[in-house]
């Protein structure tokens, strides 16, 4: 039987009792969920999906992540709520795929963790399992593993074994609708330089990793969760007489309206601006204290800085790494009027940090 998977947290419980009902049936999980946005999201579901699979003994393929062709099927139906046509289209899509892959594996069974979501409806995932059989001729296996407690055995085994935790369906349309509270949505931000940022999906992702790691080391460890400040750069803008200056905008730089300024003060590599509090660096000073060879700014965006060290010339320039003072580094400071439009977000935030035992 060919099991379509979404996630770890359907996945698991639903395959554990699957293989109960079918003790004599070898399931093939398959990860096929192009409907995903971004990427790194995919990656970081399908990794804890097939963390579960190890665990219960179950073969994992992940299905290709046809994304573009994705986007064609649903085009028309992007503002659709949940639960209506554009969902419709996207459990076709996969379970279409499923049944094809089943076909292929010479199964004539296919079945899927969407029925254990709360959030699908089993009467349109039963309508797909019709068109399935019709086109295909394998059988759908519309079980209902939610009823008689089911959900709440399913958060219980999500919880003992610390799996991932998505707080959005899946593709970029529900991330709009179901985040739009949210000050800042992550999965739409991909920051440049390429750099992790806190709490984005890439760290997730890495932190996941290390997770696995520990597993399969043996190490026990708990997942918890922390509150802090995090930071967005939207959006970073120096002009000289409408002329673009080339520069490197150093996190938590924040600015509450566009300034024009000028650098008063500078020692030893630092400027300070007339106004705003705006501190400006030369590369130079970058490369005498990170220990770098940067020659311009060019390459600051091609060997990007870690977080950590940009935090850490913040920390040497005003003596605390929480000041939210806009630093800049430029290639060399000069006599003239910066125009300065820097568009930044600083919120509370929370992540996730193992402790280990
Ligand atoms: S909201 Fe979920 S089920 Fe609906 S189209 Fe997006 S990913 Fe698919």
Redesign the pocket.
């Known amino acids: 039987m060919i099991a379509h998977l979404c996630c770890s947290v359907d996945a698991g419980y639903f395959l554990k009792r699957l293989k109960e009902e079918y003790p004599n049936e070898k399931i093939i999980g398959f990860f096929y969920d192009p409907?995903?946005h971004p990427y790194s999201e995919f990656k970081l579901r399908s990794l804890d999906t097939k963390r579960i699979c190890e665990k219960l003994g179950i073969e994992y393929v992940e299905g290709d992540y046809n994304y573009e062709a994705w986007l064609k099927a649903?085009k028309g139906k992007e503002n659709e709520p949940?639960k209506g046509s554009?969902?419709s289209?996207?459990?076709d899509f996969s379970l279409e795929e499923a049944a094809r892959f089943a076909k292929e594996k010479g199964d004539n069974k296919v079945t899927t963790s969407l029925l254990m979501s709360p959030m699908?409806s089993h009467e349109q995932l039963e309508a797909i399992g019709k068109v399935i059989k019709r086109k295909y001729g394998v059988d759908f296996i519309a079980v209902d593993y939610r009823k008689k407690g089911g959900t709440q055995a399913q958060q219980e085994y999500a919880k003992q074994n610390q799996m991932y935790r998505q707080d959005y369906?899946?593709?970029i349309?529900?991330i709009w609708q179901q985040k739009s509270e949210q000050e800042i949505i992550d999965e739409l931000i991909s920051p440049f330089p390429f750099q992790i940022l806190p709490a984005s999906i890439e760290e997730k992702l890495s932190f996941y990793e290390n997770r696995l790691k520990l597993e399969n080391e043996g190490i026990n460890y708990k997942i918890v969760k922390e509150n802090f400040l995090n930071y967005r750069l939207l959006k970073s803008l120096i002009t000289s007489k409408k002329k673009p200056i080339f520069h490197y905008t150093l996190f938590y730089s924040l600015l509450d309206r566009p300034q024009r300024v000028r650098i008063e003060t500078q020692k030893d590599g630092i400027g300070y601006a007339n106004r705003a509090q705006i501190i400006f660096i030369k590369i130079s000073k970058i490369n005498e204290l990170l220990n770098k060879t940067y020659k311009n700014i060019k390459e600051i965006y091609q060997k990007p800085l870690k977080l950590d060290e940009e935090l850490i010339i913040r920390e040497k320039i005003t003596n605390t790494k929480y000041s939210l003072s806009p630093i800049i580094v430029l290639e060399e400071f000069e006599e003239i009027r910066y125009d300065i439009d820097i568009d930044a977000k600083i919120y509370p935030d929370n992540k996730e940090i193992l402790i280990k035992f």
């Open positions: 409907n995903i649903v949940e554009r969902c289209v996207c459990f699908k369906c899946g593709c349309y529900g």
